[in-house]
């Protein structure tokens, strides 16, 4: 590892934010470079900051994320909880109870078409171009489209250029995980079981009251321990939360420990939201509305940076309108479809502090954007960043001069307002299509002179907000949306993330595309938190039993809402006062 490396560790809490997380570990997985022998030149991007080198007992090199990851029982499917890289002693799964015993078993789904051909692999087994003529036959036929073989392509990458539809197909997150995970990194809380129909696990309390276990506690200790004593120089922590549930609750109290224990080390925290949720009833809304306030609140308060993250547009009862992107069709009700698009966006907003070069610390980022106690951010992507196959950045940046084409990515900020500060990313735009073809015909384009994405993505910050403070990163390297990432594309970008002038051929996928994305502290916040407010300080917590059951003091709810308040307060400007007060007024 690297002498300049400073390290990552990665806490994922939650069903959805496993989704999230996965899909995220197969981005950065889908960029390794495994040729030795290669040309290319290195990855701007230090993929030690999160992975760490490892041994098997059998001398085996591993190279696996430094995660640790929560969820309920039944949600791994065919995934070993220890996972299969390193040889570790079976659990005992002994009861150990004098009395009746009742046993309750569950079905576990068989691997899909993905998991058995990634297996094959794991084994050495190289397919045959017999195997790919074959593929999409009997029962994978919906699983997989292939394209036309090549007898002078090396049977690997034959394998590789799978299109595999596993919509139908995934059900948990680990049915589509690509990587390999540490012994340590999956931990399962048995105490409650993961069932989208009868979710009992809705309960902030619940998760607090988890940690207060000595089973669960001393686990966590364990965990963490074990990453953070791996690391030379650890520079903070990226969590991933389902806010919405017990979760949240956990969460919370895990990130109060750290931030005693760890208090100079940044903790960016990403809240993720469903768009589409199974059960909808008017106690079920209400439970998750409690569970988001009071999460809002504690994370904020316990984060160097809290971001919630959605492509519903609502952070209270209603998940609203989706988010639209130009150049995307998905499905709002498939975690699998909105977890990977949200993950495109993470792994591009945090590039900043994983660069090998020109990088910035967690804690630069997060103690920019948490100025004057707004410990809260909004998350904005344009997914692909447009450009033409005979056009050229700087003049994809001219149109958005015109027209910012960002979308929103976190719920209840529709209008961005007032930009405080932002650190803005743009990724893989090829060395060929950044200056405009013929200066002499745009003499009016601010771009004109621009010769570098650098020159090009400053121009376009200090032109959009002038007197803001603007962090530009710009990278080399695109993001990779290969295998089992799904198909959202539509079929006018190529293969390599262009605008074409075609339809994409219908067995040919989308291996790599163009991003831009803000993490920006924004006035359009206090709307967001303001009608999350104003739906939460109606609440009588006094009808919710279960929450006062768990351990919910009347009193402490009431701080809570306050406290949110408060936080919405503290995004105000002139112009959103005014919107305020006219609010206030019509009630």
Sequence with gaps: MAGSTREVVTLQFGHYANFVGTHWWNIQESSFCYDASSSSSPSDINHDVLFREGLTLTGEQTYTPRLILYDLKGSLNTLKEDGTLYDVLEK????????????????????????????????????????????????????????????????????????????????????????????????????????PEQDMFDVFGYGQQLLGTQRVSADLEDRLHFFVEDCDSLQGFQVLVDPYNGFGGLASEVLEQMSEDYDNKGILTFGCYPSVYVRRSPIVDYHRLICTALSVTKLSANSSLYTPISVASGLGREPGPMASFPYLTYNPSLHYHTGGILATALDTCTLPYRTRSDGVLMTELTNTLNYSGRKMAALSARLPFPITLDGALAASLSQFVAAPDLVSLCPGVREPGRTFMQSVVLRGVPPNRISIPDPADHADSIFRDCRSANDCLKRYLQYMYPGMLNAGTVVNEPLAVTTPFPHLFNAEITHDGMVGFKPRSAVQGVEKVTAMTSLSSLSGLQGSLAALHGEVEKVDIRRFHRFLDAGLEEDDFKEAVESLRQLARAYQTSDNEMAEDSDDDSD
């Design 92 to 195: 005992d799964d002994e009861v150990h109870w004098m009395g009746d015993v009742t046993l309750h078993t569950s079905d576990t789904s068989g691997k899909n078409q993905f998991l058995r051909d990634l297996e094959r692999i794991d084994k050495g087994e190289l397919p045959t171009e017999e195997d790919a003529s074959s593929a999409g036959t009997e029962d994978s036929h919906d699983e997989v489209q292939e394209a036309t073989p090549q007898s002078s392509i090396n049977p690997l990458e034959v394998f590789r250029s799978k299109l595999y539809n596993l919509d139908q197909s995934v059900s948990v997150w680990s049915d589509f995980l690509r990587i390999h995970l540490h012994p340590n990194t999956v931990s399962i809380l048995s105490e409650y079981a993961h069932d």
